[in-house]
């Protein structure tokens, strides 16, 4: 028997920590069988900034909620639409970040790249102070993104890239 | 009045939570006037796992040690070398990690790396588990580095690189 | 297509550790396409208080429930008004303060506030205590307004104002 | 008896959690009798900032260190000057911030700045976000300070200006 | 506009964290327009213990809720009392005291009692020790209430009084 | 065999949590046999209040401090005082509250009083509010005593007393 | 009015803590007017352990639930008994066990054991080592009972008693 | 070879923790070789008692300390005695007692105590309320003492007694 | 009476924190009176890995659930299966690891596997680099297996098998 | 230059965690050249228990001591022999367990068996009720051992048995 292509969908337990527009996109990306990939090629965006908005963690325009309510055959405004048009609308709202998932990370994925702060912290500080003096990478002025590399072996590497601006301290 | 280069030194706060040999490195390093940058280009490894050594997560090789002790003019083995020669002599031992700083980070540098797998964990993972399958990127097969870029206007961006091989979920 | 005005709305997953009041103005508001600069005009209050009023963070007197309810198109009293005007009458009640968000905060955003506080309380501590004696600013003979600025570079800055009764310590 | 001017000093029972120029520059401070406002006015910085840089909160220039250590009359560089001279140099190094002190903070001037993030942060947060839009106010791009006023009664309020630049989101 | 009088209500978010008859009272009390003096006159018992009593954190006897339930016009007994007169009844079982907030405290009037302890805690156990041994204050044999003092200047203060039996320790 | 009159000392294990000339004090208390009530007496002063000032938990005045080193015999300036007369010196300084102990409290005597915040803080604030309106009891313009009362049957009751400014919430 | 016999019911907010025949049970106990030692006798069990099983910390067999179900007029099995038949079906399962109420403890009377291993933890352990040797008293093969004494003065004394096997650490 | 007789000793990483009389009386009670159970009929005392005692959880009374002294050949008072005989009198000052160890216990033998205080808390409390009504059993006026028992088929098992005063809540 | 086959299921207080599916198959598993072992079996899969799957900490193939939802006699598709079917179909998806329980575990028999991992940690570390060098063995390359020995006197043992892949540290 | 094979030593961070013994050891283990195996086969003990004994975490018996002592030449008993004697002395003693590090751990190869416990646990406590009943694995009637496969590929994968002796819940 042939296997469906895996799509992620929301694990029920986590849904009250995540904006009620989350388990209706959720629920349409299923319906529709698309990936992150197939939305984010629609949108014009980043995977992952798409997945971050289909968990409350990234901001929509409205334009992206336009493209979005149409691929997903979502209703978006209009009477009758009922309480989906009204939580798609929540979209374009300023996001609630970081409430997602606990701290430190129980999911052995999320974990391995708590792990990597943990364990790497200060080295990142150190090199990073010595190429831009005393500051910090900003997580706001920040992109990322996840790409997939096959070695010779023919063994999967995932290539995580975080890309921020770089804010000196203002020296008063 | 110019100022020196500005390289990255230990905190006296923080030693009792590191090796004893991190203060003697960074002590030497500090004398010598060198960057990460100028150690890793002589030892042939990467400017962030060096930086990783000195504060004792990430192991040494004999020949690293044996390069680093030139470099740095600390005594490595040897009657009368004391202390330092037993401490820099660990380097090769098996790094005991995790414990540099606290968690959640209060460095704000830090800090921001942490807030990324904070907001963007359930992201990295849709993503991945669509991309890969079911399992997680390794922190231990794992590399990671650094780069500057500068954009049109001047301004200086971070680029975090992190490359981990790909382990799936063994089904048993 | 016009992006709307951006209204500040209330994720679903923070309202169980609100007063029930707080979904029913923030609903209103959104309806009534109102920003807290211009509630705040109308009731003759401070932008901010009115935010944390909406948060269940501040106490409405009976006329500010008045020009509020009026504004808001919302239930006041009378039969028929149901559940939202007893939640709206809870306005005038005393806050149950503090319960909003986590501590740490995990919200970007209000992180920033708190990390002000990690990293430079001490240094208000010693600064405060030379210009006053030994005692602490009130936070609750306490009020703080947030305003914009705009450099010469076009870029905006926001600048909080605290102000607070300095409280010495009785010597008893 | 006449009370002399009162100096804010360390508290012997923090001195492990802050860098070792800390309680060299304190001792310093009490034995020339200098107040942060006469020492900040000597270095044309900011009171807050001055006080930061003691706790090892904000980075120093090496122009700093050399007016500071001349108006303390500190040791800076030269053979004999010994463990505190070396210590002071640290001062124009990264500092390692946000471990001053515990958080939740239990110094009573200090908690009441955590209780105004703890019960106004998501008033703050909404009133930026119709202000500014999705980002955060940087901390880091970022300065403050403090003010005394008396109001008709004579009683002293404590005025505290932050202000830090508005970072949008990134979109990607 | 007259104000009504302000009378304490329960915050709708604290409500799953105590016996449901707590709410039942708190609204009854609402409707009738009592306050707790009222309340405790009419039982003949201190104000702070009926609002204990209201928060679940103190036993009532079957007196108390006889004259309670025909104070506040609640149903006791009887066919078609229903779930209300259940709960009633629950008052008079065996509290399950300490879980009406969080703690530390985030309620502002509620941490400045915990802050209290945390400042004066080993005061308090140095000056009992000398006065009566080796023991402790009892929190069980223990009563306390609240008054309220005007200055000379009109400014109105609180006296806070605890009474409890003193338990030497069992020597064994 | 006469017991000796029992005076509080300090447990070796807290003092690296206190000023440095805590430990100074109490052992000169008990090299002259002083109870905390004679010291109060001779300071004018209340005997928690000295008390809390030999834990760092409240501010000595230089006229206490002349007092107090003249009753115990400790040296207050000059050559040859040497760190304790430093330490003593510190009293005057501001002190850096609420580190003496854990918190929840795990002595005894201290989390009793830990425990009737907990289970009587919302009674408290309830009683307070309705009495004083929407505001706080202060701990800082705060005095607080201990007295012994010993009833019919012989037993002894504490009675502590706690008074504080009422802080009405600004409104603003 | 005389006083009905006092007994023990569950407070409905830890209700969610508990499986769901926990509040099945209370209600029948509480309906039939019946005390633990009432149930203990008529299941041959002791007092403590039936009150362990109504909390879902002990496991019944069949035999207890057909005399359990018997006294309280509970349904067992068959058409009809609905979901209460289901939950204390469950009675026999295996419990999940430890979950009942937060720990530290926050009610006084469970906190008072929970202080006597905190006070008393380490001297019991050199007590039982030095009788027993290297290892630990089981809390799985373990029995407790609660007994009553009363004094000569007439005052109530509770005397707990724990029974657990000496496990010794295997050597290996 | 024949094995001495096991005595509990103090393990060096917890010494920080305690009185500084505690290492002082461990290491006299392993140079004597004797047992707790022997030093405690030399005093008259329980040995568990004692065994608190050594580890600052217990007051000595000036007899106890006069015995304990003799027996463990410490010196008690006089010039000579040095660091020594000032720890020795501290023991007869007023414990600060519950911080000999973390909680939870990470100890086994502890951590099993702990979990029956989790397991059976809520069990313990309703069979204590409905024998002696609504109260607590002191930890304060009490005593406890440890017992071995073998059974038939020669196995050892602990009796723990724990025998404490009833306090009913105070009515007020 | 005989006692029915004990089996395990699920305590309804944990439900919330798993996937919708776990309390479906663990109903189906009752009514149909399976064992893990007996399900094991007919999808030719680890006891353990399909206990893992129940509690949502594991992901199901195709084959398996069609397997499962014949055994178990559940809805797999189709019009009318209604929320049972969908809730099944999400066992395919990735699954949300790490949230069935609390840590520290409260579990008994959990936390003894805990404690293992407390008390051996450094002792498998350190064996574990002795035989392999710096790195870990992997949790998800990994399987496990339970199972029973009964020894010479009749007494049952556990015994779990951890296996797991090994992975070095990448050299950087 | 050939690597000389690698030891597992100790951390000098961690040491103050641990009994004074076990940096003698570990340095004299290092001094001899000696791996755990080579130790633990002297010894006739198994490799995991010598590693958890130099960790403290395991009790030697006094022939054990004599067999150690003679291997790492270390002194045990005489005059001269000093502190180390008596350090190495306490191995007989009782093991203060649990402390050797955090928890949950953060050591990457000590957080993958914790995490083989928070993912699994629920799993192995349902497989292990249905095998053995109610009850639990004891981590006391317990050994462990670490074992070493290489697969088809030449890969190493690491085999951990634990073998707990299995105790059931004693009814009473």
Not at 72 to 90: E, I, M, S
Not at 137 to 144: K, R, Y
């Amino acid at each position: 028997m042939a296997e469906p292509p895996k799509l992620a969908s929301l694990d029920s337990s986590i849904i009250s920590r995540l904006p009620s527009f989350s388990s209706i996109l959720f629920e349409a990306k299923t319906a529709q069988g698309l990936t992150f990939e197939q939305i984010a090629a629609h949108l014009g965006r980043s995977e992952l900034a798409v997945a971050a908005l289909f968990y409350g963690q990234a901001q929509a325009s409205a334009e992206d909620v336009a493209k979005l309510t149409a691929l997903l055959g979502l209703p978006r405004t209009g009477a009758g639409a009922g309480g989906a048009a009204a939580a798609v609308a929540q979209m374009t709202g300023f996001p609630d970040r970081g409430r997602a998932g606990p701290m430190p990370p129980v999911e052995p994925l999320i974990y391995r790249l708590y792990e990597i702060v943990q364990n790497y912290g200060y080295a990142y500080k150190a090199v990073l102070n010595e190429k831009f003096g005393d500051g910090i990478m900003s997580a706001i002025s920040f992109s990322s993104k996840v790409e997939k590399e096959v070695d010779e072996s023919g063994a999967p590497w995932v290539v995580i890239t975080l890309r921020g601006k770089w804010l000196p301290f203002t020296r008063f």
